[in-house]
């Protein structure tokens, strides 16, 4: 009696797994992971508006010069999903056509690009191109976002702490960002907001397509990539769609940087002390406001590298932070 006992308890154990096994095998290879890259969707016509069927569609990246091929269904429509954020060419081939081309197209994190080709009749071996064209109203998604790139991060100004999260505050619906808790139970020193009136505790952040929830502080996220890492930040506060979740005031998803061709580098140094900051407000009492400042030395320092390790094929990226805060203590004793 023991002994079926135990064989069916190992069957049972086995049984999990392999069924896990064959629903993954049995998914439909098409799922598309949208809040990690971005897309590039269109409809190619010939010059009366009917479809083109089989035209040939490339998508070169400017960054590191890889490709992808499609061709279009019977219906003129093209799609590439899980495209890297940056900037590509999209080229456009069929027989008996002009061959169409498009450069500068941006593709940005969790958004869908639109790029509509009407082809010409003529030869194959002549070309179109198109250098830029006003970008239209995003009606790929019903959701409502907003996009910080890497330049505005680099450039708009912040805070001492260098955190994107500063941001923010220019963004629609969200309370100005403040700093949360003590350094050693937050020391990632992540900011809490609220977004369109919701709890502070709704908001869920993804870096590079990984949650960063807080277990034990759920209304700060548990890490804050460096400025000079972070490619772009995408911030959904409406309508989501249904692979965002967890969130019901934002859903953030952050990209980090990649290498190239082209090898790009920086470095920085921000400092702040005793001498450039006003006097500490004690009390309310403007007479113990007298004599030498408290001693404060804040420095944040460092730089970020990326280039090819194979040309075309391989690439890295590397960034670095440092945070130096030295600062006095001051007592106050009264007599009495």
Same mark, same amino acid.
């Given at each position: 009696?023991?002994?079926?006992?135990?064989?069916?308890?190992?069957? +049972?154990?086995?049984? $999990?797994?392999?069924?896990?096994?064959?629903?993954?095998?049995?998914?439909?290879?098409?799922?598309?992971?949208?809040?990690l890259?971005g897309?590039?969707? %269109?409809?190619v016509?010939?010059?009366?508006g009917?479809?083109?069927?089989?035209? $040939?569609?490339?998508?070169?990246? #400017?960054?590191?010069n890889?490709?992808? /091929?499609?061709?279009?269904?019977?219906? &003129?429509t093209?799609?590439?999903?899980? !495209?890297?954020?940056?900037?590509?060419?999209?080229?456009?081939?069929?027989?008996? @056509?002009?061959a169409f081309?498009?450069?500068?197209v941006?593709?940005?994190?969790?958004?869908?690009?639109?790029?509509?080709?009407s082809?010409e009749?003529? $030869?194959?071996?002549?070309t179109?191109?198109?250098?830029?064209?006003?970008?239209?109203?995003q009606?790929d998604?019903s959701?409502v976002?907003?996009?910080?790139?890497a330049?505005? +991060?680099t450039?708009?100004?912040?805070?001492?702490?260098?955190?994107?999260? /500063?941001?923010?505050?220019a963004?629609?619906g @969200?309370s100005p960002?403040?700093?949360?808790?003590?350094?050693?139970?937050?020391?990632?020193?992540? =900011?809490?907001f609220?977004?369109?009136?919701?709890?502070d505790?709704?908001?869920?952040t993804?870096i *590079?397509g990984v949650?960063?929830?807080?277990? /034990?502080?759920?209304?700060?996220t548990?890490?804050?990539?460096? +400025?000079e890492?972070i490619?772009?930040?995408n911030v959904?506060?409406?309508?989501? *769609?249904?692979?965002?979740g967890? $969130?019901?005031g934002?859903?953030?998803? !952050?990209?980090?940087r990649s290498?190239?061709?082209?090898?790009? &580098?920086?470095?920085?140094?921000?400092?702040?002390?005793?001498h450039? #900051?006003?006097?500490?407000?004690e009390?309310?009492?403007?007479s113990v406001n007298? &004599?030498?400042?408290?001693?404060?030395?804040y420095?944040?320092?460092?730089?970020?590298?990326?280039?090819?390790?194979? #040309?075309?094929k391989?690439?890295?990226?590397?960034?670095?932070?440092?945070?130096?805060d030295?600062r006095?203590?001051?007592?106050? =004793? %009264?007599? %009495?």
């Amino acid at each position: 009696m023991t002994k079926i006992c135990v064989q069916r308890r190992y069957v +049972l154990l086995w049984a $999990a797994p392999c069924a896990a096994l064959l629903l993954s095998l049995a998914a439909p290879p098409n799922v598309q992971a949208q809040v990690l890259y971005g897309s590039i969707v %269109g409809d190619v016509k010939d010059p009366t508006g009917a479809a083109v069927p089989r035209a $040939a569609v490339t998508i070169t990246s #400017k960054e590191t010069n890889q490709s992808r /091929q499609a061709a279009t269904d019977p219906s &003129g429509t093209y799609s590439f999903p899980d !495209v890297q954020s940056g900037t590509y060419t999209v080229k456009v081939v069929h027989e008996g @056509f002009k061959a169409f081309e498009r450069a500068d197209v941006p593709v940005t994190l969790n958004n869908v690009t639109r790029v509509d080709v009407s082809l010409e009749v003529g $030869a194959v071996t002549q070309t179109v191109e198109v250098k830029s064209e006003v970008r239209a109203l995003q009606t790929d998604t019903s959701e409502v976002h907003a996009d910080v790139a890497a330049t505005e +991060l680099t450039n708009l100004p912040v805070p001492l702490g260098r955190n994107y999260q /500063q941001v923010y505050r220019a963004l629609p619906g @969200f309370s100005p960002p403040v700093n949360s808790h003590s350094i050693p139970t937050n020391p990632s020193r992540s =900011l809490e907001f609220n977004v369109n009136g919701t709890s502070d505790n709704q908001n869920n952040t993804r870096i *590079d397509g990984v949650s960063t929830y807080n277990i /034990q502080l759920p209304h700060v996220t548990s890490y804050v990539p460096t +400025l000079e890492s972070i490619q772009e930040v995408n911030v959904v506060t409406n309508s989501f *769609d249904a692979e965002q979740g967890f $969130a019901g005031g934002a859903a953030i998803n !952050v990209q980090t940087r990649s290498g190239g061709n082209q090898i790009h &580098g920086s470095l920085f140094e921000y400092n702040s002390n005793n001498h450039l #900051k006003a006097w500490p407000m004690e009390f309310d009492n403007a007479s113990v406001n007298t &004599g030498n400042k408290p001693k404060t030395i804040y420095n944040q320092y460092g730089g970020s590298v990326g280039g090819p390790i194979k #040309k075309d094929k391989l690439f890295y990226f590397a960034s670095y932070e440092g945070t130096g805060d030295h600062r006095g203590v001051r007592l106050l =004793l %009264g007599a %009495g």
